[in-house]
């Protein structure tokens, strides 16, 4: 079965840097754009960033010049670099897996990124 296991939240202070992982299950991963959304209480989910098979990369514009996301498809693995943290930035943040030629994503379960003030 597929599965994507994130990795790296943790409690960071404001301006500080953090790198989350993801790594996917399966042979979907080189055939896969990724993706990291992130959820604040209260608030819809919110792209962040995106990064295609052929490694053209999107961004949200609150994390644009902050956050970059970047893919090693040896080790099944997309990385979400977040410097320059906000408070703003507090979130759940969520792996994505969107296979070419397949109408279903597959999502991991989340990993919880607090900026402190």
């Known amino acids: 079965q597929v599965q994507l296991v994130e990795s790296g939240g943790g409690l960071v202070q404001a301006g500080g840097s953090l790198r989350l992982s993801c790594t996917a299950s399966g042979s979907i991963f080189s055939n896969s754009a990724m993706a990291w959304y992130r959820q604040a209480p209260g608030k819809q989910r919110e792209f962040v960033a995106r990064i295609t098979i052929f490694a053209n990369t999107y961004y949200a514009d609150s994390v644009k010049g902050r956050f970059t996301i970047s893919r090693d498809n040896a080790k099944n693995t997309v990385y979400l670099q977040m410097n320059s943290l906000k408070p703003e930035d507090t979130a759940v943040y969520v792996c994505?897996?969107?296979?070419?030629?397949?109408?279903?994503?597959?999502w991991g379960q989340g990993t919880q990124v607090t900026v402190s003030s």
């Open positions: 994505a897996a969107r296979p070419s030629y397949q109408a279903t994503d597959y």
